[in-house]
C-alpha cells in the first residue's frame, strides 16, 4: 500500500522561503507520477506541479513557475517541493499525491502540511 507522508510546512514571511518533503513508500515509484496540491481556505483543491520518477520530468501550474521546483531523491524515495519568493496567496494546506503511470488521476494523498505566508 502506497504511503505519502509531507512535512516541512510553516508559517513565513512573503518572500521567504519553504521546502516541502514527501516521504513515499509502498509502491515502485519508477512507474509513478508524483504531485502537489494545495487548498486554500474556502477554495477547491488545485494542482501545483507533478514530476514523472523515471525521467524528472516536470510540470507546473502557472501561477506558480519561476518560484516553486519540484524535484525527486530516487535514494530517499522523497519528493520535494521548493517554494521561494512566496507570496499570501500561496497560503494553503499542500498535499503531496501519486498515481501510476497508466492511470489518469491521482489516487494515492498524503495528510497535507499547511503553509501559512505572511504579508
Known amino acids: 500500500q502506497v504511503q505519502l507522508v509531507e512535512s516541512g510546512g510553516g508559517l513565513v514571511q512573503a518572500g521567504g522561503s519553504l521546502r516541502l518533503s514527501c516521504a513515499a513508500s509502498?509502491?515502485?515509484?519508477?512507474?509513478?507520477?508524483m504531485g502537489w496540491f494545495r487548498q486554500a481556505p474556502g477554495k477547491e483543491r488545485e494542482f501545483v506541479a507533478a514530476?514523472?520518477?523515471?525521467?524528472?520530468?516536470?510540470t507546473y501550474a502557472d501561477s506558480v513557475k519561476g518560484r516553486f521546483t519540484i524535484s525527486r531523491d530516487n535514494a530517499k524515495n522523497t519528493v520535494y517541493l521548493q517554494m521561494n519568493s512566496l507570496k499570501p496567496e500561496d497560503t494553503a494546506v499542500y498535499y503531496c499525491?501519486?498515481?501510476?503511470?497508466?492511470?489518469?488521476?491521482?489516487?494515492?494523498w498524503g495528510q497535507g502540511t499547511p503553509v501559512t505566508v505572511s504579508s
Open positions: 499525491a501519486a498515481r501510476k503511470l497508466t492511470m489518469t488521476q491521482f489516487d494515492y
Open positions: 514530476i514523472r520518477w523515471s525521467t524528472g520530468v516536470t
Open positions: 509502498g509502491g515502485t515509484f519508477s512507474m509513478y507520477f
